[in-house]
């Protein structure tokens, strides 16, 4: 019984979150977390099989181990998802061609605003100079107070901080509008593809609570068979005779 109660240890509340995914409440974690529960099921069948206990030949016919649920979110999600389908990062590069362009596109785009830093710098000679990003300006290339007389002519000042001045460029802009609008259609395609997963999911809820049922009556049963062996429990032999 320890050896299922190590297996079970591994496993989620399989019923929290198959009631999360019928109600359209799940997450790409709980998603995750679900996929890693299935994962385990293999072995704890295997460890049922080899039990000679009817009982648990009877869990071990029972658990369905949703194989093909497994895998769909296997492929579909990165092996640990964020807990935020707006985070992005959700789905697995490779499931669909867009999908990786863009991401090719933002990450390309956030490489050409590296090598501009440093053109930029060694073009003005200023060796402070840096990009920087914030949601309310966006890219801005940023100089400390010592360098502002190597600024050039064609630099836009954006803002005026304590000890340093905050601009940007035509070129600048840009490739900030490519990178941000790859990484927000990104987003919006990851929640596309997310919400067809969830939906597909929720339509194998009645076997995942299936399983769910065997799990909850090995936990228990196993618990027992611990109980058992460490107080020396036995089955007692029931006879016709008087006491």
């Not at 679900?34 to 069948?45: E, Q, S, V």
């Not at 995942?208 to 032999?237: H, N």
């Amino acid at each position: 019984c320890r050896d299922i109660q190590e297996q079970l240890k591994g496993i989620y509340d399989l019923e929290r979150l198959t009631s999360r995914v019928a109600t359209g409440r799940a997450s790409p974690r709980d998603l995750g977390c679900l996929a890693g529960t299935l994962a385990r099921l293999p072995r704890l069948k295997q460890l049922l099989a080899e039990r000679e206990a009817g009982l648990l030949g009877q869990l071990e016919e029972r658990l369905d181990l949703c194989e093909d649920v497994l895998e769909q979110v296997a492929e579909t999600l990165v092996e640990d998802p964020p807990l935020l389908v707006s985070e992005g990062g959700i789905i697995r590069d490779g499931f669909d061609p867009e999908l990786d362009q863009l991401r090719d596109l933002a990450r390309g785009g956030k490489e050409w605003i590296a090598a501009y830093q440093a053109s930029e710098s060694e073009r003005t000679g200023i060796p402070s100079l840096k990009v920087g990003f914030n949601k309310v300006f966006g890219y801005y290339l940023e100089v400390t107070a010592a360098h502002l007389a190597k600024v050039p002519e064609e630099y836009i000042r954006k803002q005026t901080l304590k000890n340093q001045e905050r601009y940007v460029t035509p070129e600048l802009k840009e490739h900030e509008e490519k990178v941000l609008r790859a990484e927000e259609q990104a987003v919006v395609l990851e929640q596309r593809f997310f919400g067809a997963l969830r939906e597909s999911v929720a339509g194998e809820c009645l076997r995942l609570q299936a399983t769910s049922g065997v799990l909850s009556r090995l936990d228990v049963l196993a618990g027992l068979g611990v109980l058992a062996a460490s107080r020396g429990y036995c089955r007692p032999e029931l006879t016709a005779d008087p006491i």
